[in-house]
């Protein structure tokens, strides 16, 4: 079991930044990573994605404004968040793809004026 804690959310205008941090407790090295969000009344789902060696997955819905990297060695990932919209308003979560071990606290996001 590895611990993941997410950090860096906050309360940003529309068109903003936020950058995200993951700290594991462990080895992430063997594992395809991703960064999830929950928001309102809705299902927690996947937005990005990065293997091992650096390759990437986005959701459409992000593609061009969001870019997912990993520090190995550090057992780090982070999220850069640009030109954030309202509708990207949740809380995120970081994880493997798919999620073996029990969910972090995640941290909010809120996009508004």
């Known amino acids: 079991q590895v611990q993941l804690v997410e950090s860096g959310g906050g309360l940003v205008q529309p068109g903003g930044s936020l950058r995200l941090s993951c700290a594991a407790s462990g080895s992430i090295f063997n594992y395809v990573m991703g960064w999830y969000r929950q928001a309102p009344g809705k299902q927690r789902g996947l937005v990005a994605s990065i293997v091992s060696g650096g390759s990437t997955w986005y959701a459409d819905s992000v593609k061009g404004r969001f870019t997912i990297s990993r520090d190995n060695a550090k057992k780090t990932m982070f999220l850069q968040m640009n030109s954030l919209k309202p509708e990207d308003t949740a809380v995120y979560y970081c994880?493997?793809?798919?999620?073996?071990?029990?969910w972090g606290q995640g941290t909010q996001v809120t996009v508004s004026s």
């Open positions: 994880h493997t793809v798919p999620p073996r071990w029990d």
